[in-house]
């Protein structure tokens, strides 16, 4: 089952400007993670965030965990065509790893 | 190896045929997951492995789908009889121990079914 749900379902900026998605989930977790996905094939790990952290950041992008609203965003700064993709939070629960339908950004020249 | 390798990556195959899709995690990685990934959809999970435990089915649609992991490492996921709505990107990922931790996936297999 989906236990994280996206928003929005799809994004469109210019290069350049910044882009933040949302992931909200239901039940507890152990640590939430977010992934790229490129032409619907493989995943790539982006970041993970535990359950005690509230923000973490790498490179351009930047997390934060709310679990008192159950929620967390991704930013992603100064963005770049190349960031074009599609973007999904995981929710660790135990070894589950269940992931949510996605936000797909398009970033334009 | 150095990463997660799936193969076929597509299989087109006839409706009520059975199909094999192979994965060989990363040398060293215990935990091992299957997802379907329809398309434009997120991902549905479908099975998890973890070392020598019994693994977690509770994903598999129907008992048309059966997995296997043999010695701890390649798994193999067969649908039997598969029906047009089996078709979908079936992905690999595997992690260190399946705790929390990082996961890497396959390329994916696509497969259709006409």
């Known amino acids: 089952s989906q236990q994280g749900e996206e928003d929005p379902q799809a994004l469109s900026i210019q290069e350049g400007e910044n882009a933040t998605m949302n992931c909200s989930y239901k039940t507890s977790i152990n640590n939430l993670q977010w992934y790229r996905q490129n032409s619907g094939r493989g995943l790539v790990h982006l970041i993970l965030?535990?359950?005690?952290?509230r923000e973490k950041h790498s490179g351009r992008l930047r997390v934060t965990l709310d679990t008192s609203k159950k929620s967390s965003s991704l930013l992603i700064t100064a963005s770049r065509a190349a960031d074009t993709a599609s973007y999904f939070c995981a929710t660790v629960s135990d070894y589950k790893l269940s992931f949510g339908a996605g936000t797909t950004v398009t970033v334009r020249a | 190896g150095a990463g997660v390798s799936q193969s076929p990556s597509n299989k087109v195959t006839e409706k009520g045929k059975d199909v094999e899709l192979r994965c060989d995690p990363i040398s060293g990685h215990t935990a091992l997951y299957w997802y379907r990934q329809s398309l434009g959809q997120g991902l549905e999970f479908l099975i998890y492995?973890?070392?020598?435990?019994?693994?977690?089915k509770s994903g598999l649609p129907s008992d048309r789908f059966s997995a296997e992991r043999t010695g701890g490492s390649v798994s193999t996921l067969t649908i039997q009889r598969t029906q047009q709505e089996d078709s979908a990107v079936y992905l690999c990922?595997?992690?260190?121990?399946?705790?929390?931790?990082?996961?890497?996936f396959g390329q994916g297999t696509r497969l259709t079914v006409v």
């Open positions: 965030i535990r359950s005690n952290e």
């Open positions: 990922a595997s992690s260190m121990t399946g705790r929390g931790t990082e996961a890497f």
């Open positions: 492995f973890q070392g020598n435990s019994a693994p977690d």
